[in-house]
């Protein structure tokens, strides 16, 4: 099979690819702009992304495209709609980055109890301040609600539940016995349920896809019902934040917040950008990079050469997320 693959890639993947007779085309500096062209020159059966955003445009460009594989968990960013319609079946490779997510979920909780980029950058400048630092209120005790309990919620909670964390769990698809038999208290599955939980924690962290239920789903009332100076985390998709709602919690009642995405952040890999949120003060920022660790690659890599045998050997795709729009296609 040939195998375009659009983004960043590990090395072990290709050579994995190449050792099982694929022809392997790498080049990470695909834009949607220039994806047609390399389709159309390459002419793959299967094309692999991870941050490259594959619109409709794309998919009418890749008429003999077997399979698109999003090289990670979440793929809003390839229009599934539309690979739907033209016959392609769209995959995931979910669970892989789970404990990369959560272990940047952990590290951006830690930095807005104790401001440690603050106090990098105080020290940087020559300042010793530590009569301002020296205020913190610690983890411990203190009660984690995660709204979300797929992998990368479990694997948060998990490490939570180590640090001595109470944790209340939410989730729109009621996976209450996972988030039990975990050590969590399960709150429920309705919007009641989901500002009850806001209000009775310390600190909450986001793990859900985007999609029509959850676009939006932290609005101005939720961030009315969070604690003044409570903790905010998303390291899932922007589109499930309304942001000037954020905005406004962060100057009203002093919510920090730790962010690995936004509104409307850039498809292209490296780009003059500026989102509003990074100048806002006990607001940490990180650029979309939470599943970017050399653990979590390694077995995105793994999933996808599987992905791409599977789809050779047995001719269909396993992890298929658009199957109910091909069936509806084929009608």
């Not at 993947?13 to 390459?42: C, S």
């Not at 961030?223 to 922007?238: E, H, K, V, Y």
């Not at 919510?255 to 952040?265: F, N, W």
Request: a negative charge; hydrophobic letters at 45%.
């Amino acid at each position: 099979m040939r195998v375009l693959i659009a983004d960043k890639f590990e090395t072990s993947g290709v050579d994995a690819l190449r050792a099982g007779g694929h022809a392997v085309e790498v080049n990470p500096d695909l834009e949607p702009q220039t994806l047609p062209e390399a389709i159309a020159a390459f002419k793959p059966d299967v094309l692999v992304v991870r941050s490259t955003k594959v619109p409709a445009s794309v998919i009418q460009a890749g008429g003999g495209l077997r399979g698109i594989i999003r090289a990670g968990a979440g793929y809003d960013n390839v229009d599934c709609a539309a690979a739907g319609e033209a016959g392609i079946p769209v995959a995931n490779c979910p669970g892989m980055n789970a404990v990369a997510v959560a272990e940047l979920a952990m590290g951006l909780l830690i930095c807005c109890d104790r401001r440690i980029p603050d106090q990098c950058a105080e020290l940087k400048a020559g300042h010793w301040n530590k009569k301002e630092f020296s205020r913190a209120s610690g983890l411990k005790g203190r009660t984690l609600g995660v709204l979300g309990v797929g992998a990368i919620g479990s694997a948060l909670i998990r490490r939570a539940t180590a640090f001595e964390m109470p944790v209340r769990a939410w989730s729109l698809t009621a996976d209450g016995p996972i988030a039990t038999g975990l050590g969590a208290s399960y709150v429920g599955d309705s919007r009641e349920d989901l500002l009850a939980m806001a209000r009775r924690c310390d600190a909450i962290s986001v793990h859900v896809g985007l999609n029509e239920h959850t676009k939006g789903l932290c609005d101005r009332a939720f961030f009315d019902a969070m604690q003044d100076g409570a903790i905010f985390l998303n390291t899932s998709r922007g589109g499930v934040v309304d942001q000037a709602a954020l905005i406004a919690a962060v100057k009203s009642k002093g919510i920090r917040a730790g962010l690995d995405v936004y509104q409307d952040q850039p498809a292209e890999k490296d780009v003059a950008w500026a989102t509003p949120m990074a100048d806002l003060p006990g607001v940490y920022t990180t650029h979309h990079c939470g599943a970017s660790t050399d653990q979590a690659q390694n077995a995105v890599a793994e999933e996808t050469v599987r992905l791409v045998n599977t789809l050779q050997s047995e001719g269909r795709l396993e992890n298929c997320v658009n199957e109910s729009l091909l069936a509806s296609a084929a009608r």
